[in-house]
T-cell receptor, first 115, second 114 residues
């Protein structure tokens, strides 16, 4: 089956620093990947759609200058949280759609804590 | 506008019981309806999915029922086990291009007591 690898699984950073999260499709090519944010006991909130070789499409209310997305290849998308602040602490999850079928496969998530 | 409404928010059943989770959608262009299971600290994992041309689909102990006219679909977990205790999300998307995004329901926390 399709596998999406996400790293790191958790990260603690100081306020004002930047953090990069990687999302890789291991056994398929993903022209499109999705980035979500999830607060405790809540549903997944789509932040942006990452398109290989082009600019990401951000959802309304998501700061594109704060959450930088790069999709440099068909198997890798990265999310960089710039100048992180405590309110950015959350669970970030990536997803890719397997073009061989119809399913959306999710990464294991990254717990970001900004102190 | 919440396009996929999920209920209940939480559910407690005894082992062997059948938790039932319901979802309703608004956008008639949706044509793919998956259910995901999520354990704490993990990403969602696909359980089962259905398209609107069928009314029911079973995979192991998980069954989806789909009512196109009512724009509703539900998940039944047969012979539930304590290991099924997790948060379940329904979702919907439009088919076609790979860029079509999933719209999630609010989630249901299921607790199966031994």
């Amino acid at each position: 089956g399709a596998v999406v690898s996400q790293h790191p699984s958790w990260v603690i950073c100081k306020s004002g620093t930047s953090v990069k999260i990687e999302c890789r499709s291991l056994d398929f090519q993903a022209t499109t990947m999705f980035w979500y944010r999830q607060f405790p006991k809540q549903s997944l909130m789509l932040m942006a759609t990452s398109n290989e070789g082009s600019k990401a499409t951000y959802e309304q209310g998501v700061e594109k200058d704060k959450f930088l997305i790069n999709h440099a290849s068909l198997t890798l998308s990265t999310l960089t949280v710039t100048s992180a602040h405590p309110e950015d602490s959350s669970f970030y999850i990536c997803s890719a759609r397997d073009n061989r079928g119809h399913g959306y496969t999710f990464g294991s998530g990254t717990r970001l804590t900004v102190v | 506008q919440q396009q996929v409404k999920q209920s209940p928010q939480s559910l407690i059943v005894q082992k062997g019981g059948i938790p039932i989770i319901n979802c309703a959608y608004e956008n008639t262009a949706f044509d793919y309806f998956p259910w995901y299971q999520q354990f704490p600290g993990k990403g969602p994992a696909l359980l089962i999915a259905i398209r609107p041309d069928v009314s029911e689909k079973k995979e192991g102990r998980f069954t989806i029922s789909f009512n196109k006219s009512a724009k509703q679909f539900s998940l039944h977990i047969m012979d539930s086990q304590p290991g099924d205790s997790a948060t379940y999300f329904c979702a919907a998307s439009k088919g076609g291009a790979a860029g079509n995004k999933l719209t999630f329901g609010g989630g249901t926390r299921v607790l199966v007591k031994p």
